[in-house]
């Protein structure tokens, strides 16, 4: 065993109430990975942010090549070796590639010289293995691209322990093998990695080492090949599971409730056609930025189509903004709560009851606000959401904790037609399991359900049609029980010879 570059040794923290950590310890070993795994509200983020110097421990140390270390900051953090990369990229959209990279060079005199800074961001870039050229402005990258850059922003710096919190969440598959190929790049380096993912395959795939957390405290580390999958879910959340992700069998479905016919907006995606019934769950798979999202976003009157038909229930309909969307009965559940999903300053109960504000408030226009809690506390326990009370605003709930609230308001304004884009997205595996059953359940009420998902797992055993996207247009379809991982991504990523299919 070599020496750790990075141990935390019986670290706690608490806030307010919460005891996010409890006497935990980990410790990283160079040109290792090494994944750590718990349920939403373990305590993960909240350890990271620990080691990058954005909050500090009420108690336990860190220790840094053999020597005690205090960060106050993350430039400290990063001056000692540590970079961390979020599930949300953090790039300037107004620089360039080469800009973005060494961004964090403080110590380089004003005057650049454009030459160098070019070359040598090629160099850092070659180092992972990718093609980006440095050129380009931050703006035009998909998500992938900007973590790469982030990427090549952590090794320009010398990191010799490379933080991932979920990075893969927003990830395509074909992505994530990218991503998996610069781990491995860097662990060959001798840089240690700490991977965090609620995609079990991934870390089974990826990671050396893994460590269990549960409520902040450790559970278990391990090498990889000494545990099994069942084992670490039954250590995470303290019990064993069974069943889980397992094909349902279709559920009977109705009459068609929407029909879409032709539909093209410039830029987004051309001539996409396509039907869904009454009971009927169809899932948009692709890569990202193959224009799914696009497609949901005019469904749902955020962003109009330039030309095409829409029909809900037979009749041919406009829909201009989100409100007269919800007034056909569409509800959206955006993979981008921050933008599009939640307000993080509101509390639990405000933010589940905001879109049927209307339907809690009397004859006097007042809200009641019973009625509102009481509907919230359903939501709680159908979800699992973890939180001390529901007047707590979503901004300080772990993220997984965040996304199903962002559900559990959508699922209120009880919808005719569900899009939901991303719905497990940063969701441990047992509630992931429970948001499958509510959408089953309420494709079985009768609710038609679209679901885009980069997750192929979870695709295929919800969906009982599979429509494949890729650069906006629509490339094949299949019927659920026909669908595979191979063909699938096939379809999705353009492998040669699937034309004819
Ligand atoms: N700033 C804060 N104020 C109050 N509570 C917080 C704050 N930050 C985190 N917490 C709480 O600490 C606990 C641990 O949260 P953390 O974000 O570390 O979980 P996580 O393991 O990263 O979960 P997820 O998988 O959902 O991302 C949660 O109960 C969370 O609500
Ligand atoms: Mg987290």
């Not at 001539?271 to 696009?294: M, P, Q, W, Y």
């Not at 695709?459 to 429509?467: K, N, Q």
Request: with cysteine; glycine share 8%; hydrophobic share 45%.
């Amino acid at each position: 065993m070599t020496a750790p570059v990075l141990e935390m040794r019986e670290i706690s923290k608490a806030f307010g109430d919460t005891h996010a950590l409890d006497a935990f310890s980990i410790a990283l070993e160079p040109g290792t990975i090494h994944a750590l795994v718990g349920e939403n509200g373990a305590g993960k983020s909240t350890l990271i942010k620990m080691m990058m110097g954005i909050h500090q421990p009420d108690a336990g140390s860190m220790v840094v090549n053999g020597r005690e270390v205090t960060f106050r900051t993350t430039q400290e953090a990063q001056a000692a070796g540590l970079a961390a990369i979020y599930q949300e990229p953090m790039v300037f959209p107004d620089l360039d590639v080469a800009e973005n990279i060494f961004i964090n060079h403080h110590d380089r005199p004003s005057f650049v010289r454009w030459r160098d800074l070019y070359e040598e961001a090629a160099a850092v870039i070659d180092r992972l293995g990718v093609l980006v050229d440095p050129r380009r402005p931050a703006s035009s990258l998909t998500l992938a691209e900007q973590q790469t850059v982030e990427i090549a922003r952590a090794i320009s710096l010398d990191a010799r322990v490379l933080i991932m919190d979920e990075p893969s969440a927003s990830l395509s598959d074909y992505e994530v093998r990218r991503l998996f190929g610069i781990a491995r790049a860097l662990r060959a380096e001798g840089v240690a990695v700490l991977y965090i993912s609620h995609r079990l395959e991934e870390v089974f795939e990826i990671a050396d080492t893994v460590t269990v957390m549960r409520d902040g405290k450790h559970v278990s580390t391990r090498p990889i090949a000494e545990i099994t999958e069942e084992r670490v879910v039954a250590e995470m959340v303290g019990r064993d599971m069974q069943g889980r992700f397992k094909r349902m069998p279709s559920a009977q479905t109705g009459n068609v409730l929407l029909r879409v016919d032709g539909l093209s907006r410039a830029g987004a995606f051309h001539d996409i056609s396509f039907t869904v019934s009454e009971g009927e769950i169809v899932c948009f798979s692709g890569l990202v930025g193959a224009g799914r999202t696009d497609v949901a976003l005019a469904l749902f009157g955020i962003a109009p189509p330039d030309s095409g038909r829409i029909e809900i229930a037979g009749k041919p309909v406009t829909i201009a903004s989100p409100a007269a969307a919800q007034r056909h009965g569409i509800a959206y559940v955006s993979e981008d709560r921050r933008k599009l999903g939640i307000a993080m300053a509101e509390t639990i109960t405000a933010n589940i009851t905001l879109p049927m504000l209307d339907s809690y408030c009397n004859a006097l226009g007042l809200v009641d606000k019973r009625a509102e809690t009481a509907d919230a506390e359903v939501f709680r326990e159908r979800l699992d959401i973890r939180a001390a009370d529901l007047d707590m605003t979503v901004g300080t709930l772990s993220g997984g904790n965040q996304q199903k609230v962002m559900l559990a308001k959508w699922l209120n304004t009880k919808p005719k037609l569900l899009l939901v884009d991303e719905p497990t997205r940063g969701i441990d595996i047992g509630a992931k399991a429970e948001v499958h059953r509510i959408i089953r359940d309420l494709a079985a009420q009768g609710v038609a359900i679209v679901i885009i998902s980069s997750d192929l797992p979870e695709v295929l055993s919800l969906a009982d049609r599979v429509i494949v996207m890729r650069e906006g247009r629509f490339v094949g379809e299949f019927q659920g029980e026909e669908a595979t991982d191979e063909s699938v991504m096939r379809l999705a990523v353009g492998a040669s010879g699937d034309e004819a299919a």
